[in-house]
Nanobody, 118 residues
Framework: QVQLVESGGGLVQPGGSLRLSCAAS????????MSWYRQAPGKERELVAV????????NYADSVKGRFTISRDNAERTVSLQMNNLKPEDTAVYSC???????????WGQGTQVTVSS
Protein backbone atom coordinates (compact mmCIF):
# COMPACT_ATOMS: atom_id res chain seq x y z
CA GLN A 1 0.00 0.00 0.00
CA VAL A 2 1.45 3.32 -1.10
CA GLN A 3 1.56 6.02 1.54
CA LEU A 4 2.96 9.53 1.67
CA VAL A 5 2.53 11.11 5.10
CA GLU A 6 3.42 14.75 5.64
CA SER A 7 4.20 16.36 8.96
CA GLY A 8 5.65 19.56 10.35
CA GLY A 9 3.04 22.12 9.36
CA GLY A 10 1.66 24.70 11.74
CA LEU A 11 1.31 28.37 12.56
CA VAL A 12 4.41 30.56 12.36
CA GLN A 13 5.05 34.29 12.41
CA PRO A 14 6.40 36.10 9.36
CA GLY A 15 10.15 35.65 9.15
CA GLY A 16 9.99 32.33 10.95
CA SER A 17 10.93 28.84 9.80
CA LEU A 18 9.30 25.45 9.47
CA ARG A 19 10.54 22.08 8.30
CA LEU A 20 8.11 19.79 6.54
CA SER A 21 8.74 16.08 6.22
CA CYS A 22 7.16 13.42 4.05
CA ALA A 23 7.51 9.75 4.93
CA ALA A 24 7.06 7.32 2.03
CA SER A 25 6.17 3.65 1.94
CA UNK A 26 4.86 1.07 -0.49
CA UNK A 27 7.01 1.90 -3.52
CA UNK A 28 10.68 2.01 -4.56
CA UNK A 29 11.39 5.43 -3.11
CA UNK A 30 14.89 5.87 -4.52
CA UNK A 31 13.62 5.61 -8.10
CA UNK A 32 10.98 8.29 -7.75
CA UNK A 33 11.25 12.01 -8.26
CA MET A 34 9.96 13.77 -5.18
CA SER A 35 8.34 17.18 -5.13
CA TRP A 36 6.47 19.56 -2.88
CA TYR A 37 3.36 21.38 -4.04
CA ARG A 38 1.13 23.87 -2.29
CA GLN A 39 -2.38 25.17 -2.69
CA ALA A 40 -3.68 28.34 -1.10
CA PRO A 41 -7.41 29.02 -0.66
CA GLY A 42 -8.97 30.06 -3.95
CA LYS A 43 -5.80 29.39 -5.92
CA GLU A 44 -4.54 26.61 -8.12
CA ARG A 45 -2.02 24.12 -6.85
CA GLU A 46 1.53 25.17 -7.64
CA LEU A 47 4.86 23.38 -7.72
CA VAL A 48 7.15 24.60 -4.97
CA ALA A 49 10.24 22.40 -5.24
CA VAL A 50 11.50 19.33 -7.07
CA UNK A 51 14.39 17.30 -5.76
CA UNK A 52 17.56 16.77 -7.75
CA UNK A 53 17.18 13.04 -8.24
CA UNK A 54 18.94 11.27 -11.13
CA UNK A 55 21.92 13.58 -10.78
CA UNK A 56 20.09 16.81 -11.46
CA UNK A 57 19.84 19.95 -9.37
CA UNK A 58 16.79 20.83 -7.32
CA ASN A 59 14.35 23.26 -8.90
CA TYR A 60 12.30 25.85 -7.07
CA ALA A 61 9.45 28.18 -7.80
CA ASP A 62 10.74 31.73 -8.19
CA SER A 63 8.68 32.80 -5.19
CA VAL A 64 10.61 30.53 -2.81
CA LYS A 65 14.14 30.55 -4.27
CA GLY A 66 16.71 31.35 -1.64
CA ARG A 67 14.26 30.63 1.20
CA PHE A 68 13.20 26.99 0.75
CA THR A 69 15.41 23.90 0.45
CA ILE A 70 14.29 20.43 -0.58
CA SER A 71 16.24 17.37 0.50
CA ARG A 72 15.74 13.63 0.51
CA ASP A 73 17.06 10.68 2.47
CA ASN A 74 16.72 7.46 0.50
CA ALA A 75 17.75 5.32 3.46
CA GLU A 76 14.98 6.83 5.61
CA ARG A 77 12.56 7.13 2.68
CA THR A 78 11.84 10.74 3.47
CA VAL A 79 11.80 14.05 1.65
CA SER A 80 11.90 17.33 3.54
CA LEU A 81 11.25 20.97 2.82
CA GLN A 82 13.11 23.50 4.95
CA MET A 83 11.27 26.81 4.80
CA ASN A 84 12.97 29.94 6.07
CA ASN A 85 11.96 33.60 6.15
CA LEU A 86 8.33 32.64 5.74
CA LYS A 87 5.88 35.18 4.40
CA PRO A 88 2.09 35.42 4.74
CA GLU A 89 1.80 34.53 1.05
CA ASP A 90 3.39 31.16 1.83
CA THR A 91 0.21 30.19 3.67
CA ALA A 92 -1.18 27.06 2.00
CA VAL A 93 -1.68 23.33 2.25
CA TYR A 94 1.62 21.70 1.35
CA SER A 95 1.57 18.26 -0.26
CA CYS A 96 4.24 15.73 -1.04
CA UNK A 97 4.31 14.19 -4.53
CA UNK A 98 6.10 11.13 -5.88
CA UNK A 99 6.48 10.46 -9.59
CA UNK A 100 7.95 7.36 -11.16
CA UNK A 101 10.33 7.49 -14.14
CA UNK A 102 8.41 8.50 -17.27
CA UNK A 103 5.52 9.55 -15.04
CA UNK A 104 3.68 6.26 -15.14
CA UNK A 105 2.81 6.39 -11.45
CA UNK A 106 2.06 9.50 -9.40
CA UNK A 107 1.28 9.51 -5.68
CA TRP A 108 0.13 12.28 -3.35
CA GLY A 109 0.14 12.81 0.37
CA GLN A 110 -2.85 14.20 2.25
CA GLY A 111 -1.21 17.58 2.84
CA THR A 112 -0.21 19.63 5.85
CA GLN A 113 -1.37 23.16 6.63
CA VAL A 114 1.16 25.97 6.88
CA THR A 115 -0.12 29.30 8.15
CA VAL A 116 2.12 32.36 8.29
CA SER A 117 0.54 35.09 10.34
CA SER A 118 1.32 37.53 13.12
Amino acid sequence: QVQLVESGGGLVQPGGSLRLSCAASGFTFSRYRMSWYRQAPGKERELVAVDGSSGGSPNYADSVKGRFTISRDNAERTVSLQMNNLKPEDTAVYSCNAQSPLGMYVYWGQGTQVTVSS
